[in-house]
């Protein structure tokens, strides 16, 4: 795909039909974003919409809390918090 948005770590856990709760998604969700951002190959984003190319990302700040999406109506609006391979 090229590029990670945040919330599709919350619709995918969802998608497995594990009847999780939204704090175990909660926890889950944070347990693999904080994985990922070790890694140095990767950078934090931002994207005007989840179709957009990765390298027309926006570098977010570090700090920034990432959304789940955990209460999701199954769309997304507005920007995009994404992690993209580093150029």
Not at 43 to 64: F, I, K, M, Y
Not at 73 to 86: Q, S
Request: charged residues 30%.
């Amino acid at each position: 795909m090229g590029a990670l948005p945040v919330y599709l770590f919350s619709w995918w856990l969802r998608g497995q039909g594990r009847d999780l709760s939204e704090d175990e998604i909660g926890a889950l969700c944070r347990t693999a974003y904080d994985e990922l951002r070790r890694r140095p190959d990767l950078e934090l984003v931002w994207l005007e919409s989840p179709q957009d190319a990765p390298e027309t990302g926006t570098p977010a700040d570090p700090r920034t809390e990432p959304d789940f999406d955990l209460h999701t109506t199954g769309e997304t609006t507005g920007r995009v918090l994404t992690l993209v391979p580093r150029p």
